[in-house]
């Protein structure tokens, strides 16, 4: 496929960072297309382990391009010293990473917003965000008084930031924050514009004249479809597009150049911050899960709330993403339980739903129904090919596909390339 969407099909946290970096081989371009450095994506290549927030893990193949397109919201002094870090393990970004003029930036002030604001929330109306700003900057996009990247190179920088900074001083303060130093954070941003530099460019263009030329594009998406703004267990959600229609406003392709949605999702089902989650598990079960997968936020390093496979969830994905077909990760983790549960449908109000209410107070009440599978008993670490896994996981597998309507392509069975197994792909992307 010539262009490729890869989503998060439940909560976000569902592996996306290594399925990313294992497409990325039949791919010329990776363009990341929302949220910004409040996303994490974790890649193991060989004993390297590579945590990346807003470059996209395709920058860990060599002769690679990534893209940070205009729907993303950036932070310039995380990205710097996410550029650094990754210079410094050997990795080259000269030439090989840009950044949209369009985006949006993340700033100071938008922190300490985003904090202020959660802090003073009621407990029942805290999201639960990570606190990088990331909702603050969207309200200034959509309030139009945002600053752009393309900014970084305005010969009248300074005076744009002291009066951006000055206003904002006065709304931190309104919140009982502490206020900025203006001219710290003007000298900050400046050497910041010097360094960042090289690496603006139009990157619609960019991508455009790509596909035109008939390059391979990975776009790739942040969290996931559950905390989509729009199509989210809205409000406990993120504040960007996350399902696939971002990746056409969010880069500045059109619809009909996107050939391909890949969904990614686990085996089993995980969420960090606050919301309902129906099939979560607050006993043994979930916190067996939790330590067998090692479930902590790549950002925040918050454990995940941990439970069984949402097929309505899955069914929701596949049906607001249009998904081909799906990556299946963490299959390892449930390979010693005895027993597997999958939520088939809800009981809500004493009514069995097929489907995902739209009302958060509804949402919160519905009851998984579950529908229980044996499991494998045996270790699937070392399984190599699909045909060579356990019957009872392809099973497994099959009722996944049945449930949700959409065929499984890939089996992770573990963080790092080779722990990654092919089925009903095109075999031009089926190498690791």
């Known amino acids: 496929m010539a262009t490729r969407v890869l989503i998060g099909g439940q909560w976000g946290d569902e592996g996306k960072g290594k399925i990313v970096d294992v497409l990325t081989e039949d791919a010329q371009l990776i ?4 949220g910004g450095n409040n996303a994490g994506h974790t890649v193991e290549i060989g004993e390297k382990k590579f945590v990346l927030h807003l470059i996209p893990s395709g920058i860990l193949r060599e002769g690679k391009v990534c893209i940070l397109g205009n729907g993303v919201v950036v932070d310039p002094l995380g990205l710097i010293e996410e550029i650094l870090e990754v210079q410094s393990r050997g990795v080259e970004t000269s030439g090989r990473f840009f950044v949209s003029e369009r985006a949006h930036m993340v700033f100071p002030y938008h922190c300490r917003q985003d904090a202020g604001a959660e802090n003073l929330a009621a407990e029942s109306e805290k999201i639960g965000t990570t606190r990088r700003g990331i909702g603050p900057a969207y309200m200034d996009k959509a309030d139009r008084k945002g600053l752009r990247v393309g900014d970084l190179l305005a010969p009248d920088l300074k005076s744009l930031l002291r009066e951006k900074l000055a206003r904002r001083n006065v709304r931190l303060e309104a919140l009982g924050v502490e ?3 203006i001219e710290a954070v003007v000298a900050q941003y400046v050497d910041a514009a010097t360094f960042l530099k090289p ?13 035109a030329g008939g390059q391979k594009v990975l776009f790739e998406g942040a969290q996931g479809t559950m905390l ?12 960007s597009n996350a399902t696939a229609g971002g990746a056409c406003t969010g880069t500045g392709v059109p619809p009909q150049r996107i050939e391909e949605v890949v969904g990614v999702c686990k085996a089993y089902t995980t969420r960090v911050g606050e919301g309902p989650f129906p099939t979560e598990l607050h006993d043994e079960t979930g916190a067996r899960i939790a330590e067998i997968g090692a479930e902590f936020g790549a950002t925040t390093g918050r454990p995940r709330r941990c439970g069984w496979f949402d097929a309505v969830v899955g069914r929701y994905a596949v049906m607001v993403n249009g998904i081909d077909w ?15 549960n999958i939520s088939i449908g809800y ?13 958060i107070e509804d949402f919160s009440r519905c009851v998984p129904v579950y529908e229980e599978l044996p499991g ?16 009872a996981a392809k ?11 959409a065929r499984v392509g890939i089996v992770s069975v573990g963080p790092r390339r080779s722990e990654t197994m092919f089925r009903d792909v095109p075999r031009e992307t089926a190498s690791v």
């Open 31 to 34: 363009a990341r297309f929302q």
């Open 376 to 391: 494998w008993h045996c270790s699937t670490k070392d399984v190599k090919r699909y045909e060579d896994l356990p019957n």
């Open 395 to 405: 099973a497994y597998i099959d009722r996944l596909e049945e449930l949700t309507g």
């Open 347 to 359: 009981e809500l109000d004493g009514e069995h739903i097929q489907h995902m209410p739209a009302r």
């Open 326 to 340: 799906w990556a299946l990760t963490k299959m390892d983790v449930l390979d010693s339980f005895e027993t597997i």
């Open 179 to 181: 206020s900025l130093d």
């Open 199 to 211: 690496y603006i460019a139009d990157t619609v263009t960019m991508l455009n004249d790509a596909i």
């Open 228 to 239: 989509d703004i729009d199509h989210g267990s809205y409000p406990f959600v993120t504040s």
